[in-house]
């Protein structure tokens, strides 16, 4: 059967799982929640990341894992009072603070084990055993049609659930993911021009391909080059976590971008010094934004916010044709959020180059 739910971004699913959150803990909503997806598309990564903000106990269980004894627990008898009791497993939540219980793989999980998973979703509890108000229960699972190891969930199941179809997003996930990830320029700039190589498992799946392209393997890319030197080396790593042609058109925006980037130069040369070393491409301008984010401290945030001043100004000094101001903008607004997560708001505010910015913005109604 399909799943007849809203599909959303990994940024949106985060989102509704904190509205629903803050709904639990007010006492006005207690449900538990579904997030269908394709392998790789951020599932856990969202579940991780809320745990993260609401400052909750992750409980992750991987349910083609386990038999349904690990939920319920083991038989003992008791002597005492003559009858036989249960000893509740380790790994369900019982604390007064917040948990998250995160049922991975439900619909790979093995038939046998859903009477006992749907105690959990509808009634909170597994025998004797019932989970605190503080915990919020969210599984997760690929679809039959996404090529994984899945089974068709049943209306006894389903019913139990709220459920969100996750799809991958380039926006949302340059966005959302990417500087907080620390996802290498070269990658992040990659997926900014070339959106439709995010996720490409239908595309593969048609081809009879077994690797394709999705965020949890563009986030292995990113880690093969941040660790491994040789390029050779690389190269077939890379070819064998998103396939052989997205390595190979990857391959030569890397090796542009290595050539022309020059994040830590630029941050340590003096402002008049630093305008031969803004690259020429739409590539290497655009690695230079998510490098210079991804290097920006409270001690260099000042330079960091005069390198995308200038940027801006680049247009009629050999950029025609390149959307430099909109690069600039977009800078800026990951810049802002970076000052803002970690603190560093006073530097933007003591900034003349950002105050600049500002009015112009403003002189001209945009936000």
Same mark, same amino acid.
């Given at each position: 059967?399909?799943?007849?739910?809203?599909?959303?971004?990994?940024?949106?699913?985060?989102?509704?799982?904190? /509205?629903?959150?803050?709904?639990?803990?007010?006492?006005?909503?207690?449900?538990?929640?579904?997030?269908?997806?394709?392998?790789?598309?951020?599932?856990?990564?969202?579940?991780?990341t809320l745990a993260r903000r609401i400052g909750a106990d992750l409980f992750d269980l991987r349910l083609t894992t386990i038999e349904p004894q690990d939920l319920r627990g083991l038989p003992f008898f008791d002597h005492e009072r003559a009858r036989t009791v249960w000893y509740r497993p380790e790994d369900l939540p019982d604390g007064d603070g917040p948990a998250i219980l995160f049922?991975?793989?439900?619909?790979?999980?093995?038939?046998?084990?859903?009477?006992?998973?749907?105690?959990?979703?509808?009634?909170?509890?597994?025998?004797?055993?019932?989970?605190?108000?503080?915990?919020?229960?969210?599984?997760?699972?690929?679809?039959?049609?996404?090529?994984?190891?899945?089974?068709?969930?049943?209306?006894?199941?389903?019913?139990?659930?709220?459920?969100?179809?996750?799809?991958?997003?380039?926006?949302?996930?340059?966005?959302?993911?990417?500087? &907080?990830?620390?996802?290498? &320029?070269?990658?992040?700039?990659?997926?900014?021009?070339?959106?439709?190589?995010?996720?490409?498992?239908?595309?593969?799946?048609?081809?009879?391909?077994?690797?394709?392209?999705?965020?949890?393997?563009?986030?292995?890319?990113?880690?093969?080059?941040?660790?491994?030197?040789?390029?050779?080396?690389?190269?077939?790593?890379?070819?064998?976590?998103?396939?052989?042609? &997205?390595? /190979?058109?990857?391959?030569?925006?890397?090796?542009?971008?290595?050539?022309?980037?020059?994040?830590?130069?630029?941050?340590?040369?003096?402002?008049?010094?630093?305008?031969?070393?803004?690259?020429?491409?739409?590539?290497?301008?655009? /690695?230079?934004?998510?490098?210079?984010?991804?290097?920006?401290?409270?001690?260099?945030?000042?330079?960091?916010?005069?390198?995308?001043?200038?940027?801006?100004?680049?247009?009629?000094?050999?950029?025609?044709?390149?959307?430099?101001?909109?690069?600039?903008?977009?800078?800026?607004?990951?810049?802002?959020?970076? /000052?803002?997560?970690?603190?560093?708001?006073?530097?933007?505010?003591?900034?003349?180059?950002?105050?600049?910015?500002?009015?112009?913005?403003?002189?001209?109604?945009? &936000?």
């Amino acid at each position: 059967m399909s799943v007849n739910a809203t599909t959303v971004s990994a940024g949106e699913a985060l989102r509704v799982l904190e /509205a629903g959150w803050a709904a639990q803990a007010a006492g006005g909503l207690t449900a538990s929640w579904m997030l269908h997806g394709r392998p790789g598309v951020g599932k856990t990564e969202v579940v991780q990341t809320l745990a993260r903000r609401i400052g909750a106990d992750l409980f992750d269980l991987r349910l083609t894992t386990i038999e349904p004894q690990d939920l319920r627990g083991l038989p003992f008898f008791d002597h005492e009072r003559a009858r036989t009791v249960w000893y509740r497993p380790e790994d369900l939540p019982d604390g007064d603070g917040p948990a998250i219980l995160f049922l991975d793989e439900l619909t790979a999980a093995a038939p046998a084990l859903q009477p006992t998973v749907y105690g959990l979703l509808q009634e909170r509890r597994v025998g004797r055993h019932r989970l605190p108000d503080s915990v919020l229960i969210v599984a997760a699972g690929n679809r039959v049609e996404d090529g994984a190891i899945a089974y068709d969930m049943g209306t006894a199941l389903s019913d139990r659930l709220i459920h969100v179809i996750v799809q991958a997003s380039a926006e949302d996930w340059l966005k959302t993911y990417a500087v &907080p990830a620390g996802i290498h &320029p070269s990658v992040a700039a990659f997926i900014r021009t070339r959106p439709d190589l995010l996720e490409t498992t239908e595309d593969s799946l048609r081809r009879g391909q077994m690797i394709a392209c999705t965020p949890r393997s563009w986030t292995r890319v990113s880690r093969i080059m941040d660790t491994v030197p040789d390029r050779a080396l690389r190269q077939v790593m890379v070819a064998g976590t998103v396939g052989a042609a &997205p390595a /190979a058109e990857f391959a030569l925006l890397a090796d542009e971008i290595a050539a022309t980037v020059q994040v830590d130069a630029m941050l340590a040369t003096p402002r008049r010094e630093r305008a031969a070393m803004y690259p020429r491409t739409l590539h290497g301008l655009t /690695a230079l934004v998510y490098g210079l984010i991804g290097a920006a401290t409270r001690e260099n945030l000042s330079t960091a916010i005069e390198i995308l001043a200038d940027l801006r100004g680049l247009g009629g000094q050999g950029y025609s044709g390149l959307p430099v101001s909109e690069l600039a903008s977009f800078g800026f607004e990951l810049l802002i959020g970076r /000052a803002l997560e970690r603190g560093w708001e006073e530097v933007f505010g003591q900034s003349p180059d950002y105050a600049a910015y500002a009015a112009e913005r403003q002189a001209a109604g945009l &936000p």
